[in-house]
């Protein structure tokens, strides 16, 4: 069974700082590329950062201007996303995904909230 499980979401304030994780099973993780999504209300879901299977190379919206780094542990199976200088746009539910050609899997999400 393949399962993503995020967690590290929460309530912050602005400027505030999170580090989500999002750990995989039922699939060769290392095999796989992984991102982070995010779908504020209203919205649709847009691209966060993502990594590639090695960790080598990663990518990030152009709309957050450095605040975020997505990382990942090859031998915890597990993709980070620390947040830094949150703000009251980056309130969303978080979800991870991975893919390998084809083959993809999202997360359930994990809620985001940044407010005072």
């Known amino acids: 069974q393949v399962l993503l499980v995020e967690s590290g979401g929460g309530l912050v304030q602005p400027g505030g700082s999170l580090r989500l994780s999002c750990a995989a099973s039922g699939f060769t993780f290392s095999a796989y590329g992984m991102s982070w999504y995010r779908q504020a209300p209203g919205k649709e879901r847009e691209l966060v950062a993502s990594?590639?299977?090695?960790?080598?190379?990663?990518n990030y919206a152009d709309s957050l201007k450095g605040r975020f780094t997505i990382s990942r542990d090859n031998v915890k199976n597990t993709v980070y996303l620390q947040m830094n200088g949150l703000e009251f746009e980056d309130t969303a539910v978080y979800y991870c995904?991975?893919?390998?050609?084809?083959?993809?899997?999202w997360g359930q999400g994990t809620q985001v909230t940044v407010s005072s």
């Open positions: 990594i590639t299977y090695d960790g080598r190379s990663t």
């Open positions: 995904h991975a893919r390998r050609q084809w083959s993809y899997y």
